[in-house]
């Protein structure tokens, strides 16, 4: 019984032991800004990997009270990719395209300009999808 006793004593100080260690912090968020509309747009910036293509990521700077996405950003360190249609290229799991604040889409065109391996600028048309012909310029950075 007094062994039992010892070995619970002993597992209880490991599992206080062991919850005050540090852990080691997940990365912090970065901080991006995107103007749309004469309005500047400034707010956390997070990355996930994107689900459709590994090598990729999804980078999100969300603005309040609006939002960009930007799919399929590479993760080199530096380069310029273009723009595609939002609309068309949902899902896709090469093409980088972006959303913002949900309603609005990316025309083909514009282009993302990787300064770093966590850091971008952009610049880029947006149009709502039941007003194709309206394009809204869209420019922005971001580190993540």
Do not use: H, R, W
């Not at 689900?51 to 399929?72: D, E, F, H, R, W």
């Amino acid at each position: 019984m007094k062994q039992k006793l010892s070995m619970i004593f002993v597992a209880l100080l490991s599992v206080v032991f062991l919850a005050n260690c540090s852990k080691s912090d997940p990365k912090p968020d970065g901080n991006g800004s995107f103007v749309f509309q004469g309005t500047t747009y400034s707010g956390k910036c997070t990355s996930v990997t994107s689900a459709n293509n590994k090598s990729n990521m999804n980078v999100t700077i969300v603005g309040t009270p609006n939002t960009i996405i930007i799919y399929n950003m590479p993760k080199a360190s530096s380069g310029s990719v273009a723009f595609t249609d939002g609309f068309s290229s949902i899902n896709s799991d090469t093409n980088l395209y972006a959303f913002l604040g949900g309603m609005y889409a990316t025309v083909a065109g514009g282009s993302m300009t990787k300064t770093g391996a966590n850091t971008f600028t952009f610049t880029c048309q947006v149009y709502y999808l039941l007003e194709p012909d309206t394009k809204y310029t869209v420019t922005g950075s971001g580190t993540y």
